[in-house]
């Protein structure tokens, strides 16, 4: 069974060179995530809803789900990639927490491993485009994203 | 960013942020609460977000904000802006996610003093029959042809099938349909999320409660509305679920492509929209409709079941134990009105995002019994405090487009809310109080906590003092059940 951390009732989990972490927001939840690079970028985002949800998962077969994003810009494909994740969470009650990634010019091959949700505790609405921008930094990436809860 | 220095006052309660405070604004912000709730919001960015809602095409007379507004994504938490209709815009950010997101209120005859020993097994009762959590399914399944008719009939669907009375359908906001709804514009994901959450709570901030009329402050419109100091009434508080939630995300990333189409620059792109008669905005007009019906029809099953577990815990105990709808309102949705601007009505697309429709009396559109005292506005406080039953006037015409506040409106981020709060203890706190409470999560519980909230009681002075809408009723929670 896996249990993404809570560190003193945050939503936290990092190393130096990818991670993620809450920001403070009114109504809704804000996280930062980082990485050396975009697909880890992608892995870490669902990584960082996981935890954002209180998913516990499983430790029945693990299962593994293929699929595809075409997209314009970085920042519509990391909301897309989010919520056919969310889409399969509420559908098919599966989530996952290992991702092999590849990224081309206009399309993101997914394939991803994981189980059923054993417990969740927040339902997440949506991820927002609210002022989303994936930034270069001196390590790779970041990007804050506001879900609504 | 907004300073407090940036505002005009008009009035105690009235307050403007000029349309020459940043270039790219079309109108100026208006907002309703008084200097105290300002000096509160100024933590966090709803004014910044309102001024960002300004600069949308085609807006008309200006954006307002409501005094329960907070920080929410591209549009504020509280506002309210209306664009010429066909030529101005429609953005789905500025409805929401969940779309027809709202409030029903049911009145009873039964004095709280009758069933006060029951109100446990009550609460119980209200907790089974009425599904609520994270992914939670509805009593009710329906394949995709039907949820078709629930897409186009609203509430009406909902008659048919023995789940609501003529009344029910009378006393909801548009009779519970909205016209121009058409399946055909909603995605089959959107479809496969729907059909199953029929009848369904969910979680976050939604709930059902058992209230005390606790005080009327207005009785010729309590009386007309059934609401008596001391009988109970019942709150439901939900949207659209999943259904409305992927209509939403669907169309905020179609129009990503729509705002380039059309030339529309914009300062953040959750505000993301298309002209109203453009094939983008009719499509999500049509679609943000099927989802605002489900809706309806989401809070008409809950209320049928609620009214199951009042008969299971009270028939044969106490005399008259039935629920008589008070009315049905969105606080997130778009819709066509008509306004009278500068003397002469105007077509609006107006959309409410955290924000009721507070139509005066005299409206056609309100049930017979409701012309003479205006729509009925439903506030839903914290679990742990009021809400109010307010009712809309003239002046909320000429000054809101017919809108007032939608609650207390979030004061502490849920992160903070989670830090300083334990669920258990707000629990143990609340149940001493004498509020029965059935709660799915107590970290979800605990971010709820009428702490992270504004003082309802202000927000409805605010609303009341600037006189876009007028007080009828205060409510004291008994049973609480959260998802």
């Not at chain 1, 935890?51 to 920042?75: H, Q, V, W, Y």
């Not at chain 2, 042809?145 to 048919?160: H, K, N």
């Not at chain 2, 492509?257 to 008669?277: K, N």
């Not at chain 2, 601007?341 to 409410?352: A, D, E, N, S, T």
Request: proline share 4%.
């Amino acid at each position: 069974m896996v249990m993404y951390p809570l560190v003193y009732n945050r939503i936290e989990m990092s190393d130096q060179s990818t991670g993620f972490r809450e920001h403070e927001h009114t109504a809704d939840w804000e996280l930062e995530i980082w990485a050396p690079n975009y697909p880890l970028l992608l892995e870490q985002a669902a990584l960082a809803m996981n935890a954002l949800a209180g998913i516990r998962l499983g430790s029945g077969p693990r299962t593994a789900r293929k699929f595809s994003i075409t997209f314009n810009d970085l920042e519509q494909a990391l909301v897309s990639f989010l919520e056919e994740l969310l889409f399969i969470a509420d559908m098919e009650n599966l989530a996952f927490d290992e991702f092999d990634i590849k990224v081309s010019s206009d399309k993101i091959a997914v394939e991803a491993f994981g189980t059923e949700i054993l417990a969740i505790s927040k339902e997440i609405k949506a991820v927002t485009y609210h002022n989303l921008a994936v930034l270069s930094t001196r390590d790779g990436l970041s990007v804050r994203i506001v879900f609504d809860i | 960013m907004v300073d407090i220095k940036d505002l005009k006052k008009i009035s105690e309660y009235e307050w403007e942020i000029p349309q020459t405070f940043r270039a790219d604004m079309r109108v100026p912000v208006r907002i309703f609460a008084s200097r105290q709730i300002i000096e509160a919001v100024m933590q966090d960015r709803s004014l910044e977000q309102a001024v960002n809602s300004a600069t949308l095409p085609g807006l008309v007379g200006h954006v307002v904000v409501m005094p329960d507004m907070h920080q929410g994504y591209g549009f504020p938490i509280g506002g309210v802006a209306a664009t010429q209709y066909p030529s101005g815009v429609i953005s789905p950010g500025g409805i929401g996610y969940d779309i027809n997101c709202g409030v029903r209120l049911l009145s009873s005859q039964m004095p709280l003093t009758q069933i006060e020993s029951h109100l446990d097994e009550l609460a119980t009762a209200l907790n089974y029959h009425c599904p609520s959590g994270v992914g939670t399914k509805g009593h009710i399944r329906v394949k995709i042809p039907e949820l078709d008719q629930v897409c186009r009939q609203g509430s009406g669907w909902a008659l048919r099938k023995g789940l609501a009375t003529q009344t029910d359908i009378n006393r909801t906001e548009e009779q519970g349909c909205l016209s121009g709804a058409d399946p055909s514009k909603v995605s089959k994901r959107a479809k496969e999320r729907g059909k199953a959450q029929i009848g369904s709570l969910g979680a976050g901030n939604h709930f059902i409660e058992v209230d005390l009329i606790e005080k009327v402050y207005d009785e010729r419109a309590a009386n007309v509305m059934g609401l008596r100091t001391g009988n109970v009434a019942v709150q439901i508080h939900c949207g659209s679920r999943g259904f409305g939630h992927q209509i939403c995300s669907d169309y905020v990333r179609e129009l990503q492509g729509a705002v380039r189409r059309y030339g529309i620059e914009l300062p953040d792109r959750e505000l993301v929209c298309a002209p109203l008669d453009s094939p983008e905005g009719e499509s999500y007009l049509a679609a943000m409709r099927c989802a605002a019906n489900y809706a309806f029809v989401n809070r008409q099953v809950l209320a049928h079941y609620a009214r199951k577990a009042f008969e299971q815990t009270l028939a044969g105990k106490v005399s008259n134990w039935h629920l008589q709808q008070v009315y049905d309102i969105a606080h997130n949705m778009g819709k066509i009105e008509t306004h009278e601007i500068q003397g002469k009505p105007v077509k609006l697309c107006v959309h409410r995002k955290g924000a009721t429709r507070a139509f005066g009396p005299g409206f056609m559109g309100l049930p017979a019994e409701y012309r003479p005292i205006g729509q009925p506005v439903l506030v839903p406080g914290s679990m742990g405090t009021a809400s109010w039953v307010l009712v809309g006037t003239e002046l909320s015409m000429q000054k809101s487009f017919g809108s007032s506040c939608h609650g207390a409106g979030r004061l502490m981020s849920r992160s903070k809310a989670k830090k300083q709060i334990w669920g258990e203890d707000l629990h143990k706190q609340l149940t001493e109080s004498g509020i029965h409470i059935r709660a799915g999560s107590m970290p979800g519980f605990a971010e709820e906590a009428p702490q992270a909230y504004k003082d309802v009681d202000e927000v409805v002075n605010a609303v009341t003092g600037a006189g876009i809408a007028k007080k009828v009723a205060r409510l004291k929670p008994v049973v609480v059940i959260k998802g």
